[in-house]
């Protein structure tokens, strides 16, 4: 069974940074690109970055460039999403998903707040 | 950057056609991929290129494709059918987008 657990979402301040991980299991995590979507209360989906299987591409939302960095570590099964510079228009809950985007996780939440 | 442009609301009554469209440019090359979001729960694949539908998915729900416009048509819709529904694409520099999103009432 396919399982996606992210982790490390909390509250910042403007201006902090976080790491956001997440957790595979199920399936060969380095056969897949992975994808990070977020998700502002009350609001639609918002794609954030995406990452080919072996790691060594990497694509961001214009919203995000330079200041998120995704990365992953095939060892681990895991996957990353690096946010710095947080705005208060980060706040959103953060989701990790396999591509084609068939699995996802739960999700965790970041409020960047003062 | 590209966009894709949904309706905010559909409404049926349970057993009625609900068709939920998306429109963009981008969509007359690239395919396009479904998902419903329930309240408090992460999005699900419905459907992806256009007109495939993911194993476990009811097949009333199916996709379609003309020009810049798909449509996701739920056949017979249910009550449980009732969440938010969003297309999705991603362009030629492989970045990603979403509709706005459309909440569908059957009731």
């Known amino acids: 069974e396919v399982q996606l657990l992210e982790s490390g979402g909390g509250l910042v301040q403007p201006g902090g940074s976080l790491r956001l991980s997440c957790a595979a299991s199920?399936?060969?995590?380095?056969?897949?690109?992975m994808s990070w979507v977020r998700q502002a209360p009350g609001k639609g989906l918002d794609w954030v970055s995406a990452i080919s299987d072996g790691g060594d591409v990497s694509y961001y939302a214009d919203s995000v460039k330079g200041r998120f960095t995704i990365s992953r570590d095939n060892s681990k099964n895991t996957l990353y999403l690096h946010l710095n510079s947080l705005r208060v228009e980060d706040t959103a809950i953060y989701y990790c998903?396999?591509?084609?985007?068939?699995?996802w996780g739960q999700g965790t939440l970041v409020t960047v707040s003062s | 950057s590209y966009e894709l442009t949904q309706p905010s609301s559909v409404s049926v009554s349970p057993g009625q056609t609900a068709r939920i469209t998306c429109s963009g440019d981008?969509?007359?090359?690239?395919?396009a991929r479904w998902f419903q979001q329930k309240p408090g729960q992460a999005p699900v694949l419905v459907n992806y290129k256009d007109t495939e539908r993911p194993s476990g998915i009811p097949e009333r729900f199916s996709g379609s494709s003309s020009g810049t416009t798909v449509t996701l048509t739920i056949s017979g819709a249910q009550v449980e059918d009732e969440a938010d529904y969003y297309c999705?694409?991603?362009?030629?520099?492989?970045?990603?987008?979403f509709g706005g999103g459309t909440k569908l009432t059957v009731l």
């Open positions: 998903a396999k591509e084609p985007l068939d699995y």
């Open positions: 981008i969509l007359a090359k690239k395919y």
């Open positions: 199920g399936f060969t995590f380095s056969n897949y690109a």
């Open positions: 999705y694409s991603a362009g030629d520099n492989n970045l990603g987008v």
